[in-house]
């Protein structure tokens, strides 16, 4: 390190400058704004260094974050890579990239077919058994059967989530969003992880939960991206050659984009709506290029399913193997609709907004007092989902109990369809005689997508009754969300979808006489509203009830329903992903700029010691730095005797130095080797980025003492176009360059001559509102 | 202008350096590339300066364009417009915002429907009268009208395109796409464009033409979202003041997204298909907010339409107005399909990716032969596209003649459907006995829906022969081709759909024995295969095609369709409306990096002379600058007295110049006046960017004599926080940060201290490969 850039504190001018340059503006404060009473507003100062934090709560475990770099970084090694790279290489990444894609494709169908395999067949058997046993009048030994199953499948599930991956707890989309938006947890992608979401989700769908395998369908599609993209581990010596080249950043989010879209697909067989999910909800970035490739994952993944699903049909797959993937009928055909109509569905849009903001309120305080009772330990995460478990039982068994029985509708009882024998069908027994039916136990005594199904079911306007609708809706609402917190991968879709749609089809019903759609329709218009409320998916919730359904008549509706419900929840609270987001601690860049910066400069906001390196640096003061700081990217300065006065010269990360110590590349004199030198030594791919968590640490570095003297050439890894802003930059501005670009890193330099070359290094964390809110405090609250 | 900012050939050390350090690196060819003969390569060298075009063809008259600027200039003027925003005013703007989109969806919905309701009745009485005719047996009589009927209305076409607007004729579609890529031609969105291209376009579709008009509709969209943003005519005080907020490029942009997608919606009342066209193919730009906008407009527009083809229903919309818009129904529910099915459909996306890449070929020769034709002037244009009229009516006429009569499949001649009588309907009976029909007649004498939804129709198997298919398909290719050229505003979509539905049910009947496909899904899964093939899209096709046949379970062979179609055409050429772009010189920055940047550097491509302001200006000299150059951005140099050093104070834009120079704020010395004497005599409004191609120019300007000596204070107007890169910055990355931030200038500043604060500015043009191809021919060739 060369005495010009040893730790300064170059942002006192910069700030110094910006408070001049805010008073000149008072003074030209001619017809507008507050007039002179803001003259003596106090003058912006500082408070502190960077303190918000860089550990996130990822699945109730602390866990360090860092940030992904999509930047290409144009160091010697990286255009020697390129260079080198003919015709055959580019067709074969290209080729590979497909492949890739459509491999996470089938593997995400494939999944998503034998989860959903499994939770028919466990879930089935369960109720196939309790259901046999009620028929033998033995009500006391079905509850307890009912009830332990529960249990026991809720608490592996827990165990599962407690002991071997934290993180796969919850719905996950959370969690690729944040990992699309450049914030890498290492458990997040993790094999354990994608373990865990697979058995553990199967469980907790077929324990009876109120939640779905919708969100941890995103989830596992995301992480099956990762590893097909990582291919094998490095460590092991068991990575493919030909992988080489989607070893950084941008690869592996294009992949995993791929990923998350194929997971909606699989859960809802929706391959159009995926993709839109992944536009619309889970990336940041996105290309034109990925929208294509994008879709064909998903129309890979749909033509798995539906090949497996064919299979199926001739009776391979288990007991239950039929059923399968969720695809309602709502065949009601609407051609036109009154006024009248138009005024329930308005209605129903605006309360499906307020109960969705509520709901989104809720869980925040839920999952709040929850981290309290998951920080005990393992051991009472178990406990707790046990709980949640048992009251879940007590409900979908006890409810029915207490409910009263309906006759049955002549003409289904007519054809034998009232009461349905065995597990599938509209009309449950439960207790009642034959000739009637148990409306509660049609809808709760059943799996979710049953249950849904019931709901969705049209020309059956008198099915289920105003109180039991009322007490379903109440239940569900309640279950969903004190269920989501616990540690059981868990879907918000479902619980959402099904409070939605009795809530729907309670309004329908109370509706009934003065407009003439169908009920079953109001329960889908019902789902829609309370999606539009909690997550506030717009056109991809759309097409995926459009492809759930099979019916584009009802679209105006849909839409309708749709951006009325968004447009009320959002004047109370955001989205109930981005709750999370916020909640877990992920360092979330958002998309729109926070009006607070514009009166900042990026000189405002870098936070000191600045640590640079020289072009050839001594051994010894890189080890140290490495080891003293925990900083990924170090300006190098091109200074005597290689250029007359201190220049930039670029960016140098420390995963790249760590690989050229560990290359012992070094020289006795200050002298520059050059690229040829570490070529003879290192292979472009050797600087690849290795998998999230993994790599080199500077105490893997096997270095004597008389190597801390000799010197280092850093020209062959500095990136030598580091993306730039001049201090005087206004920070909104820099924010949306940082953002748009996907940097880890970009430097801010001086504005006049004379001054070393850059004054420091604006990261993530530098633009949280939070960090500078804490700077400025008065800055935030204008 | 200062001495140490005058004209200056500032990047010959740049480009200096850029060499010393290609040749540091072909020292470091370490193990690939080309290895000692690289060396011998000649080192890079610049060929004059920026070439490339600053006009283009835009309907085959030339017009100057200009780059759209989407960077926030945040000079003191718009801080103080931005303070003085107080809560209600940002209300007002979120609210208007959403106001003039949902209006923008209803006036593209009126006109998407009554242009439908004009087409059907002028079209339909205009086949009516020559049906009744030829029932006549008055054949001659009947052919005479046909085809003087289509010319005239062809002339007519032809005459309002030459004489009105000639940038409306073709489909519009590139140039929204270039309008929204940042490329601003004045006469695209204007309101004389919408009037030609909404009357031509019913003229056009209505002359029989092998044409359609969902391109137009876009188009079409897009100027009323633009007129509607504008909100009348500032010139004439017609401006309403709540719009203020409206006048930048950003704004505008958004609003005529929305157009674009309420286009699509209201030509195939696609709503999704809408939004991801305006996603997938128009803009370039694209965030998340936007996708919930650019949905509810094309709601709305959706809603509209529904409601006005309900009140049609009753009759109320003159002799044809019941059948407008398309809405196909292919009713073949295929559950199951065989690997035969699989084998003849992937062999239907190979022919169809072929004939489409062979379309675009072809279309290009053809369109650079009519351009020579159209130059000659307004009278060729209206001989040129009669006598593809006379050509088209003599194909469409005389090809059912020729064809021999069919006898009507019994189940329908029994239900009195064939041949049918009056215009609708599938067998049309042209010359034919009672109890015949005449297939060519049944597509080619008729609308061009109307023969769609024929070759749509399913369980019609031998409806269409062999031969006649073949015909049509080979007409219907040719004359597609040779239409889009002509003076008529002209969409792609019909005639694609047309020749890929007639090549898809040929190839139908020839599988017919083996497969169990029906030949309508056939003639779908052609004309899917078209689409992918000429287009290029996927995933809007895809959605515009189920929301056109209302069927999701074709959905995975149309995905299978759609993507081989598209990759075997993508190894043969670009889509149809990149390469009209090209075509017509429109500078369209494309989203990947040219590989050819990554060797040069941002000081390579800059351009000199260089010419700057001083903060404080004398008048004359800002006045003879901007007479002298046609620059729209000037970089803005603080010197002595202001700053001991010349610093980097911004850049100031040529319009607001203008504005301030027009106000007359001047001193006679050379002092800082500050803002508040600015803001003394213009408000923030007055310096809002005037609608394309209109504002203040130099001539203008009613400046004395005397005004010349004195100064002007360009502080209150230099946008401080220019964005800037450094001269050694690699070209790839400066691209990528001019493209994904929309810039129209990018200061270039140089590394090493103790040079002129910028060397250059970026500009679009800058960055086309053509210009860099000519600076520096070796290095495109690599």
Not at 67 to 88: F, M, T
Not at 96 to 123: C, H, M, Q, R
Not at 203 to 232: D, I, N, R, W, Y
Not at 698 to 706: G, N, P, Q, R, S
Request: aromatic residues 10%; charged residues 15%.
């Amino acid at each position: 390190m060369t005495p010009a850039a040893t730790p300064m504190s170059a942002t006192t001018p910069a700030s110094a400058k910006s408070v001049r340059w805010e008073i000149d503006l008072e003074e030209g404060d001619g017809d507008g704004g507050g007039g002179g009473g803001e003259l003596e507003r106090p003058l912006l100062h500082r408070r502190g260094a960077n303190t918000t934090s860089q550990m996130a709560v990822v699945g109730a475990n602390i866990c360090p974050i860092e940030s992904l770099d999509y930047e290409i970084v144009e160091n010697d090694v990286y255009k020697q890579d390129w260079r080198s790279r003919g015709k055959a290489q580019i067709f074969q990444y290209q080729v590979l990239k497909w492949v890739l894609a459509l491999l996470v494709g089938s593997l995400v169908g494939l999944i998503g077919f034998f989860s959903n395999i499994a939770v028919e067949n466990i879930a089935g058997f369960k109720l196939l058994l309790t259901s046999n046993l009620m028929l033998q009048n033995r009500y006391k030994v079905a509850f307890l059967w009912y009830i332990s199953c529960n249990a026991a499948l809720a608490a592996a599930a827990a165990a599962l989530c407690a002991y071997v991956s934290p993180a796969a707890a919850g719905s996950g989309i959370p969690e690729v969003k944040a990992y699309l938006n450049g914030v890498d947890a290492p458990s997040i992608l993790a094999p354990s992880t994608l373990f865990v979401k697979i058995v553990g989700s199967v469980f907790g769908v077929s324990a009876g939960f109120v939640l779905g395998k919708e969100g941890p369908m995103v989830h596992t599609g995301s992480c099956v991206a990762s590893l097909v993209g990582q291919g094998g581990s490095r460590k092991y010596g068991l990575t493919w050659r030909w992988l080489r080249y989607f070893k950084n950043d941008l690869d592996r989010r294009d992949l995993i984009t791929c990923g998350a879209a194929a997971g909606v697909t699989a859960a809802f067989r929706a391959p159009v709506g995926g993709v839109l999910f992944a536009l619309e909800e889970a990336t940041s970035w996105w290309r034109s290029a990925l929208l294509w490739r994008t879709f064909s994952t998903t129309a890979v993944a749909t033509m798995v399913l539906r090949f497996l699903i064919e299979y199926c049909r001739s009776g391979n797959c288990g007991l239950f193997g039929n059923g399968g993937l969720i695809m309602f009928d709502v065949s009601s055909q609407v051609a036109s609709y009154t006024a009248m109509d138009l005024a329930a569905v308005v209605l129903l849009g605006v309360l499906g907004g307020l109960l969705g903001a509520l709901f989104n309120f809720l869980l925040d305080r839920i999952l709040r007092t929850y981290s309290y009772i998951n920080e005990k330990g393992a051991p009472w995460k178990i406990v707790l989902t046990v709980a949640i478990s048992l009251v879940t039982s007590c409900c979908s068994f006890g409810l029915p109990w207490m409910t009263t029985c309906t006759p049955c509708p002549p003409e289904f009882s007519a054809s034998g369809r009232c009461p349905t024998i065995g597990r599938s069908g509209n009309f449950k027994g439960f207790r009642c005689p034959p000739g009637q039916y148990n409306a509660m136990a049609s809808i709760f005594l059943n799996t979710n997508d049953d249950a849904i199904r019931n709901l969705f079911s049209g020309g059956t306007y008198n099915e289920f009754g105003v109180s039991t609708l009322l007490t379903f809706f109440a239940a569900v609402y309640s279950l969903g969300l004190v269920t989501y917190g616990v540690a059981v991968p868990s879907g918000l879709f479902i619980p959402v979808i099904l409070s939605g749609a009795s809530f729907g089809r309670l309004l329908g019903m109370l509706f009934g006489a003065p407009t003439g759609l169908d009920t079953g329709l109001f329960a889908l218009l019902g789902a829609a509203s309370f999606l539009g409320g909690t997550m506030r998916m717009t056109v991809s919730v759309c097409v995926i009830l459009l492809e759930l359904t099979n019916d584009l008549v009802l679209l105006p509706l849909i839409m309708l329903v749709l951006l009325i419900s968004k447009t009320v929840a959002d004047c109370f609270n955001k989205g109930v992903y981005d709750q999370i987001v916020r909640m877990k601690g992920l360092p979330y860049l958002e998309v729109h700029r926070e009006p607070c910066m514009r009166s900042l400069v990026a000189g405002d906001v870098v936070s000191g010691p600045l640590i640079t390196f020289s072009t050839v640096e001594r051994v010894g003061t890189v080890v140290d730095t490495l080891r003293r700081t925990s900083h990924n990217g170090f300006p190098v300065i091109e200074d005597e005797p290689f250029a007359p006065a201190p220049e930039l010269c670029g960016l140098v990360l420390r995963s790249h130095l760590l690989v050229l110590l560990q290359s012992r590349t070094f020289t006795s004199d200050r002298v520059k080797t050059g690229a040829a030198e570490v070529f003879r030594k290192l292979a472009p791919f050797d600087f690849a980025k290795a998998g999230s968590g993994k790599g080199l640490t500077v105490d893997d570095l096997d270095l004597t003492e008389d190597d801390m003297d000799t010197y280092v050439d850093l020209h062959p890894i500095t990136n030598r176009s580091p993306y730039t802003v001049m201090e005087n930059m206004s920070l909104a501005k820099a924010a949306v360059l940082f953002r748009e670009l996907g940097l880890r890193h970009m430097c801010v330099v001086p504005r006049t001559p004379g001054r070393p070359p850059v004054i420091g290094i604006l990261t993530r964390h530098d633009l949280m509102p939070e960090y500078i809110g804490g700077l400025y405090p008065n800055v935030l609250r204008e």
